[in-house]
């Protein structure tokens, strides 16, 4: 028994077990002290492979944004018309960020971070903004697909269809974590979506 040897983990798997953790209890609530005792992983480890905190932290960030982005990408792609997988992609975030992992209603990671530490971090705000980016070109290209091969009739244009979506949802997520259940979320999301034309 080789007491006190680093335990071995892939990259990936470290980025996992810290974006649980760094997703329950926020950036700042968050300590290296908490990451190595998840990973079990000594902390020369953890720093020779992501880095300090803030660097571990926006790696995670940056993996969860490109997998919520795929997610999306993927439900819409395989729903019968743009709309229907719109309206799905969306149901499936607030499954994702209300029941998934022990910590229930914990809200989306990158709504929690916008609120939290955007405002006063540059770099991490910066790592939101060009994820919103690829959202926004990915939500208007589909919102004008809709219109244009399906002849659906949106009440907005699909830039301001869109930001009424963003802007619904990271409220949504607010209140969702401590103020309503999964089921009334999704009836305003209904609601919402049936005002906007979807």
């Not at 980025?15 to 926020?26: D, N, P």
Request: with cysteine.
């Amino acid at each position: 028994m080789n007491i006190g040897r680093p335990r071995k983990l892939e990259p990936d798997a470290i980025l996992e077990i810290a974006t649980g953790i760094f997703w329950a209890k926020g950036y700042e609530a968050t300590s290296i002290a908490d990451i190595l005792k998840a990973t079990g992983l000594h902390k020369g480890s953890l720093y020779q492979t992501f880095g300090d905190k803030k660097s571990l932290f926006i790696a995670c960030l940056s993996c969860y944004q490109e997998q919520m982005l795929e997610k999306v990408s993927n439900t819409i792609k395989s729903a019968k018309n743009p709309i229907q997988g719109i309206r799905i992609a969306l149901h499936e975030m607030i499954d994702e960020t209300c029941t998934i992992g022990e910590c229930s209603n914990r809200g989306c990671l990158a709504v929690n971070t916008l609120v939290e530490t955007a405002p006063h971090d540059d770099d991490i705000r910066n790592v939101l903004e060009k994820n919103e980016h690829r959202v926004q070109k990915h939500m208007i290209e589909t919102l004008t697909m809709a219109e244009k091969e399906f002849n659906h009739q949106l009440t907005f244009s699909p830039e301001i269809t869109f930001g009424m979506i963003m802007t619904f949802m990271c409220g949504l997520n607010s209140v969702s974590k401590n103020m309503i259940d999964i089921e009334q979320s999704k009836q305003l999301l209904d609601t919402q979506l049936q005002m906007l034309g979807l």
